[in-house]
């Protein structure tokens, strides 16, 4: 019994610290050192318009962080040689005008002395919009976690679902298996449950019984004559003996 009830136990405080740890783990990999934005921010922008990327980092200093872009195989580095134009009151931001197909790229923020990146923005040039089948361009914010986010959120679901079943199937075996060893171990346990269930039927027999009521005057006054007579005819036999 004690063993079963520490297995429980045991199972279930490493079922709740993995779910935990989980949730750090996730938690930790979810914050990025820095947060690139699009401005303005919609994802849809028409051709020849403009645009802004916004590289926000944490703590707010951003020295050292640079804005990239990939394109296919090829690594650009810089908002100049990206074709924007660098805001000289706010270095954060890169500002793109007459938006067309040579903006196409996934776009990010990093550090190259410290090795950290910011969060990943993917813009498309589309000739036709699928709605209103007129030039535009196509802006979508991708986040690299996307499909981390989704494995995570099964992992996590799996393990809540562990954690009830888990819990449900202790709360279960545990009574189960407990009045049975209390039976078989441990006779006083026994003793009281029979004294019980024996109080309990006493006393609903006790009041079930009817109550035994006294005897009605009217009956006493029927009884006294034939009791005299009975007396009399004692007496005759007697005297005729």
């Known amino acids: 019994m004690r063993f079963l009830t520490a297995v429980c136990y045991f199972v279930l405080l490493s079922t709740w610290l993995k779910h935990g740890?989980?949730?750090?783990?996730?938690?930790?990999?979810?914050?990025?050192?820095?947060?690139?934005?699009?401005?303005?921010?919609?994802?849809?922008?028409?051709?020849?318009?403009?645009?802004?990327?916004?590289?926000?980092?944490?703590?707010?200093?951003?020295?050292?962080?640079?804005?990239?872009?990939?394109?296919?195989?090829?690594?650009?580095?810089?908002?100049?040689?990206?074709?924007?134009?660098?805001?000289?009151?706010?270095?954060?931001?890169?500002?793109?005008?007459d938006i067309d197909s040579k903006n196409n790229g996934l776009y990010w923020c990093e550090s190259l002395s410290d090795n950290k990146t910011s969060n990943t923005v993917n813009i498309t040039v589309t000739r036709k919009d699928i709605s209103s089948k007129s030039e535009v361009t196509l802006l979508s914010t991708v986040n690299p976690m996307t499909k981390d986010n989704s494995t995570s959120d099964s992992e996590e679901e799996n393990q809540s679902g562990l954690f009830a079943w888990v819990s449900g199937l202790c709360m279960l075996l545990v009574p189960l298996v407990t009045v049975p060893v209390l039976w078989i171990f441990f006779p006083s346990f026994r003793e009281k449950l029979y004294a019980c269930t024996n109080g309990a039927y006493r006393r609903e027999r006790v009041q079930q019984e009817m109550p035994k009521t006294k005897q009605d005057a009217t009956e006493i006054q029927w009884d006294l004559p034939w009791m005299e007579m009975d007396n009399l005819l004692g007496k005759q036999q007697n005297a005729g003996r």
């Open 21 to 97: 740890a989980l949730n750090e783990i996730r938690e930790s990999k979810s914050k990025k050192d820095a947060s690139l934005e699009v401005r303005p921010d919609s994802r849809q922008h028409l051709r020849g318009k403009e645009f802004t990327l916004h590289c926000s980092v944490n703590g707010g200093n951003s020295t050292g962080w640079i804005l990239r872009r990939l394109q296919g195989d090829q690594k650009d580095s810089g908002c100049l040689y990206l074709n924007g134009t660098k805001s000289t009151d706010k270095p954060e931001e890169c500002h793109f005008s």
